[in-house]
């Protein structure tokens, strides 16, 4: 493959799951109405009101919560979606699971940014995943370097887990990969407009972190890679309407270094009007002169 490329976790890939896993608990509804004699009242969620999923399919036998703080399946691992069902019937208790994690604790030393205190706990505020999702504003400097090439989630504390090795591919269409979005080649994405990312990322998953954050994330993940191929695409996107995304870019150009890279900085260092990404664009400078 040409070009510079980044990562996006699997699950975002193809369609949004929350609107076909709600479809598809909206079957099930039907179909218990058909087979349950009488109307049976129902709310399915995915992802949303409060609910703690991962606890319920715990309890429900579904598998155990990992050191990765991720749900294990003995059979599937944990590359599948929960969503639940709630009915105004009721139903025959499940057996729990046992923790079948014994001593291994791979997924634990894999984490790039050690985002786990320990067993069973994770400091979201290190997590990759929440970095380039949930996280709406500033990337906290120290852990810039720390995220690679992932643009959109981190998949690394599921790849390394035994129970993933025999994991079956799903046959579910909707979940397909969409063109491009298996390692993307990120130069090509830092240009997008708003409408061009509506346009590209309709449906998908990724709209959840907004071109804002994501162009943030596509920023971080070209400084990373050390590439002067990036230097003219991010020399552009220090001119963005966001300052989100001047900021970050002005890091990864601070990040490649080189002449060209401080030329850049240094152009837009005299017309930038916001002080965090002046602050941004002063301390790439000082890498770049070596001082940083």
Request: proline share 5%; charged share 25%.
């Amino acid at each position: 493959m040409n070009g510079i490329r980044g990562w996006i976790s699997r699950y975002a890939w193809g369609d949004d799951y929350h609107e076909l896993m709600k479809r598809k608990l909206e079957t099930l509804h039907e179909k218990i109405n058909e087979l349950y004699d009488g109307p049976v009242e129902g709310r399915g969620f995915v992802d949303s009101g409060p609910v703690l999923e991962r606890n319920f399919a715990g309890i429900a036998g579904l598998g155990w919560i990992g050191k990765n703080t991720q749900l294990i399946s003995p059979k599937k691992g944990s590359w599948f979606f929960l969503g639940e069902l709630f009915l105004s019937i009721p139903l025959a208790y499940d057996t729990a699971t046992r923790d079948r994690c014994g001593k291994c604790e791979l997924c634990l030393k894999a984490c790039p940014t050690q985002a786990f205190v320990g067993p069973y706990v994770l400091d979201a505020r290190r997590c990759i995943s929440y970095l380039t999702i949930e996280l709406k504003g500033w990337m906290p400097r120290h852990l810039r370097p720390l995220i690679g090439d992932h643009v959109f989630g981190c998949d690394i504390c599921q790849e390394i887990c035994p129970y993933n090795v025999k994991a079956s591919p799903t046959s579910e269409p909707g979940f397909a990969p969409r063109e491009g979005l298996h390692a993307p080649e990120l130069v090509a994405l830092l240009s997008l407009n708003e409408d061009e990312f509506r346009r590209r990322f309709r449906g998908s998953p990724i709209r959840r972190a907004k071109r804002r954050g994501f162009l943030r994330n596509v920023a971080v993940a070209l400084g990373n890679s050390g590439s002067q191929e990036a230097i003219p695409a991010l020399t552009l996107a220090l001119a963005d309407h966001e300052a989100l995304v001047r900021g970050h870019a002005a890091w990864a150009l601070g990040r490649i270094g080189g002449a060209h890279a401080a030329n850049a900085l240094r152009k837009r260092l005299e017309v930038e009007g916001d002080p965090e990404v002046g602050r941004e664009i002063d301390d790439a400078l000082a890498e770049c002169d070596g001082s940083g």
